[in-house]
């Protein structure tokens, strides 16, 4: 009933799982199969509970209630997360955009000055230097503020 009243893609995922219980498949196949074409960490908790619920005689409907429960402030925390490393994402693109901002600044205010800078071999070396420590802080920020929940 599932299968025929949800749309594409759910539903035909779950028509799959109806037609293999059809057959003779058990529960615990057929769920399985559904878990592994569609890798998705929220579906594999919910075949497991499934399962576990078939297994154990318990009640289905307690076992998605706590389910969903779950998943709900699971989402809610992935969100937090989210909002609370938004200031290190901005920092991680401000940070290098300063150093450049600084430079054309400088050039601004003394004309010339990147002309004289890059001029010599030390002044080139300085100025790839500090691109690729941006460049590399930019890349160690996003690396860190990086959380999978």
Same mark, same amino acid.
């Given at each position: 009933?599932?299968?025929?009243?949800? !749309? @594409? #893609?759910?539903?035909?995922?779950?028509?799959? =799982?109806? !037609?293999?219980?059809? =057959?003779?498949?058990?529960?615990? !196949?057929?769920?399985?199969? %559904? @878990?592994?074409?569609? #890798? +998705? $960490?929220?579906?594999? =908790?919910?075949?497991?509970? %499934?399962? %576990?619920?078939?297994?154990?005689?318990? *009640?289905?409907?307690? +076992?998605?209630?706590?389910?969903?429960?779950?998943?709900?402030? $699971?989402?809610? *925390?992935? $969100?937090?997360?989210? *909002?609370?490393?938004?200031?290190?994402?901005?920092?991680?693109? =401000?940070? #290098?955009?300063?150093?450049?901002? *600084?430079?054309?600044? &400088? !050039?601004? /205010?003394? #004309?010339?000055? /990147?002309?004289?800078? &890059? @001029?010599?071999? %030390?002044?080139? @070396?300085?100025?790839?230097?500090?691109?690729?420590?941006?460049?590399?802080?930019?890349?160690?920020?996003? $690396?860190?503020?990086?959380?999978?929940?």
């Amino acid at each position: 009933m599932a299968a025929e009243e949800m !749309d @594409a #893609p759910a539903g035909e995922e779950l028509g799959k =799982v109806a !037609d293999r219980l059809a =057959v003779g498949h058990s529960v615990d !196949d057929a769920l399985g199969e %559904l @878990a592994d074409r569609l #890798p +998705s $960490r929220e579906l594999v =908790v919910l075949v497991t509970t %499934l399962v %576990l619920s078939n297994r154990a005689g318990g *009640t289905v409907v307690s +076992s998605l209630r706590n389910l969903t429960r779950t998943l709900e402030e $699971r989402k809610e *925390t992935r $969100r937090e997360v989210r *909002t609370q490393l938004s200031q290190v994402t901005v920092t991680a693109y =401000v940070v #290098p955009l300063m150093g450049l901002g *600084t430079l054309l600044l &400088t !050039d601004r /205010i003394a #004309p010339g000055s /990147i002309d004289r800078m &890059t @001029a010599s071999f %030390l002044g080139q @070396a300085a100025v790839v230097t500090a691109f690729v420590l941006y460049g590399l802080g930019f890349f160690v920020i996003r $690396r860190l503020s990086r959380i999978d929940v």
